[in-house]
């Protein structure tokens, strides 16, 4: 994982948020952590739940108004924790401007790149002091495992206190789900490949359907972001979101309909997944009723823009 990324060290958790929390524990009472406003929210749920009443108070933003990142900034502010492209709108922020903006207040700039992957963006080339990873995701692959990472461009003294959580709080992965992990590493590359390519088939249909209103994929010329995109990344990833025009119900409907996808909550595996996110999120999202996330999978492209061709057919 650090050869990966390009990082000094490395500290394997038993999933994803195990790896988040590990990194908030290292913070002390009275610091602050700068979050997007689309925080994936297990990550939003640590701060405001587990981390606000030992007193490490956290406020969320959109990343994407560089104004607003600065206006948010506090004197005790010790991390800024960047995560681009988003869940599940897929906004992404400048990984340089963000990662500069923060230390020059004084505090870390953290990417959680688990949308992405190593292969795809490397943060820590792009100025951040660490990267956090769900290797439950496109590193194991499968969706056979859970796992997190932390990966730090220097073996220094915050390492050492994520290093401290993970030893002495317990969060450790098994050795299986190491080996899980392991075996996947070796087709990383080829698989992220063949998801960018689909997921690029499968936007561009969603992109002209006339029962779509929105389709939410930064490799698309049309999207807000592909230009930065472009910049900081090397392919556009497997993961999507598209709005329904109809709304809640129809989304529903196609989520329903869908034969080769699988509805469900998680990303990255061979197989794709479509989800309709705001039931996901519960009552608080603000994420747009209509709106599907998929992960797309391995499966042929064609086979998949038939499969939401023929599901969306039978919705309003
Ligand atoms: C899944 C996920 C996590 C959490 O990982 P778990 O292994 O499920 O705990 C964190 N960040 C992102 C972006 C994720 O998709």
Not at 68 to 82: G, H, K, S, Y
Request: proline share 5%; aromatic share 6%; charged share 20%.
């Amino acid at each position: 994982m650090s050869a990966l990324e390009g990082g000094e060290a490395c500290a394997t958790f038993g999933s994803g948020l195990a790896a988040v929390t590990a990194i908030f524990q290292g913070l002390q009472p009275g610091d602050h952590v700068l979050a997007p406003r689309d925080t994936y929210h297990g990550t939003a749920n640590v701060l405001k739940h587990l981390f606000a009443k030992w007193n490490v108070s956290a406020s969320f933003v959109d990343m994407t108004r560089v104004d607003d990142v600065a206006a948010a900034l506090q004197p005790n502010t010790r991390i800024v924790w960047i995560e681009t492209p988003s869940n599940p709108l897929l906004q992404c922020v400048d990984i340089v401007a963000l990662a500069d903006m923060a230390h020059q207040a004084g505090a870390r700039a953290i990417a959680d790149n688990t949308f992405a992957s190593p292969v795809l963006q490397r943060p820590l080339e792009l100025g951040c002091d660490m990267v956090m990873h769900a290797t439950t995701k496109y590193l194991g692959g499968r969706s056979d495992v859970l796992g997190g990472a932390v990966v730090s461009k220097l073996n220094d003294d915050a390492f050492a206190q994520v290093r401290t959580a993970q030893l002495f709080g317990g969060g450790v992965p098994s050795p299986f789900d190491c080996w899980l992990v392991m075996r996947s590493l070796p087709t990383l590359p080829y698989r992220i490949q063949a998801h960018c390519a689909n997921a690029m088939k499968v936007a561009q249909f969603l992109d002209s359907h006339p029962k779509v209103s929105a389709v939410h994929y930064p490799g698309l010329e049309n999207n807000a972001f592909h230009a930065l995109a472009k910049k900081q990344m090397s392919g556009f990833g497997g993961m999507l979101s598209f709005e329904v025009k109809a709304g809640k119900d129809a989304a529903m409907g196609v989520a329903q309909h869908v034969e080769i996808f699988t509805r469900a909550t998680s990303l990255g595996g061979v197989e794709s997944l479509i989800e309709h996110r705001a039931s996901i999120e519960g009552p608080e999202s603000k994420t747009p009723q209509g709106l599907l996330r998929v992960s797309v999978g391995l499966e042929h492209a064609d086979d998949l823009i038939d499969d939401l061709s023929q599901a969306l057919e039978r919705v309003a």
